[in-house]
């Protein structure tokens, strides 16, 4: 029942951040290769009309093959992580093209190089999902130049299948379309950049909303000080260990901690140097307690300690050992070093009883007589009921001295 430790999240395995993005980019090339496809069934489309010889579809289909063996293997080996561009979208956008532009040298037909002109504008699409507009240009930039180098090369060596104004129309259209890509892509880009920005602010915002609504609900419960619970809280707790020791028909106890001459510390020391103090004290008490039990501040210098499932031979144990840990604790402020004790008071709750407060009567006034006959010990009160005042009284007093 002590405080949970507030979840952390665990720190994202490099490796395997590694191996998603390699996932994805596979992924992304699969869906160039489905791009690749349906070329080949244009370029097949052509030459099952005669309008292409069988070769151009082989051709077609090795270099395919080729080129995203090559990138696949590429992102397989990791070899593509040495890159500027891991997805190496902007070589693929360019490398794309050169099947295209071998089919249109090979083909005499102007009407069939346009269809093929048409599919080289495909590849520019797979950019906007990477490349900014200063990329965008270079890999369009790259694309047309390759259409240049396949004009210059058809007007050295095949000349009567051009089409002068045609020929200048489509280039410059095919510029224009290049041009407007690039000018749509980076904006696309930018407005990707900005969404992203975007959604990790608002992811901060609700980290920070979360944080906040968590440390003001911890503040309802916390003491203050010491940071561990509070009277109130520590009462609900006491009162819902009853309720599951009446119904599983078992037992708990607690333990009144209370530092030894704590105003008289205070007073020498100063009130900075007690508050620290406390500080020490509780924390030393919590680490060695169990998950299932709990603790804090019940006030000024007197802690609570609720020992889950315990009958009270265990808890004078218990309640022993945390003697002995504060006695073991050394302060300082300034020049000066003390060392504290603390007197504890121990109650067995009984199976049955139907509040807390007959359990904390005799929690308190064990921790009363530890108080009154020495300090620095544990006493507990027999339950008077059962043994009658005077024989439990006796044996309370007769409780052995720590």
């Not at 992924?27 to 005669?50: E, I, N, P, T």
């Not at 920005?197 to 003001?216: P, Q, S, V, W, Y």
Request: hydrophobic share 45%; with cysteine.
């Amino acid at each position: 029942m002590s405080a949970p430790p507030a979840a952390t999240k665990a720190p994202e395995d490099p490796k395997a951040e590694v191996r998603r993005a390699q996932r994805l980019r596979k992924k992304r090339l699969g869906m160039s290769v489905l791009s690749y496809l349906m070329s080949c069934l244009v370029v097949a489309f052509c030459c099952y009309q005669k309008l292409l010889p069988w070769e151009a579809l082989q051709g077609f289909v090795l270099a395919t093959f080729v080129i995203n063996a090559a990138f696949w293997v590429t992102i397989d080996s990791g070899a593509n992580l040495a890159f500027k561009d891991p997805s190496m979208t902007a070589l693929q956008m360019v490398v794309s093209v050169l099947p295209a532009a071998w089919v249109m040298y090979i083909e005499d037909s102007g009407h069939v190089r346009a269809v093929f002109l048409l599919l080289s504008v495909a590849p520019s699409l797979f950019g906007v999902l990477a490349l900014n507009t200063r990329q965008f240009m270079v890999a369009n930039g790259l694309i047309f130049l390759i259409y240049g180098v396949l004009m210059m090369a058809l007007w050295r060596f095949k000349p009567q299948v051009l089409d002068g104004p045609v020929e200048v129309l489509q280039s410059f259209a095919f510029f224009v379309v290049l041009f407007e890509m690039t000018l749509m892509g980076g904006y696309i880009h930018r407005l990707r950049g900005k969404l992203h920005r975007r959604n990790a602010e608002l992811h901060k915002a609700l980290e920070d909303l979360n944080n906040a609504m968590f440390t003001i609900g911890d503040m309802a419960i916390r003491d203050s000080l010491t940071g561990s619970y509070n009277r109130r809280h520590l009462l609900d707790m006491l009162g819902k260990e009853a309720s599951r020791a009446n119904r599983a028909r078992s037992t708990f106890s607690i333990a009144l901690v209370n530092v030894d001459n704590f105003q008289q510390l205070n007073a020498q020391h100063g009130a900075t140097a007690g508050d620290a103090m406390l500080c020490t004290i509780s924390k030393e008490i919590e680490s060695r307690l169990r998950n299932i039990d709990g603790f804090g501040r019940y006030g000024g210098g007197e802690f609570l300690v609720i020992l889950a499932q315990s009958s009270l031979e265990g808890a004078l144990i218990k309640a022993e050992r945390i003697r002995e840990q504060v006695e073991n604790l050394s302060f300082s402020a300034g020049n000066s070093t003390w060392h504290a004790t603390v007197s504890v008071g121990v109650s067995e709750f009984h199976c049955g009883e139907d509040s807390v407060e007959e359990l904390m009567a005799r929690a308190s006034a064990a921790l009363k007589r530890a108080k009154t006959t020495g300090h620095n010990q544990v006493i507990s009160v027999v339950d008077e009921a059962e043994l009658g005042f005077d024989q439990g009284l006796k044996s309370a007093l007769a409780s052995p001295r720590t």
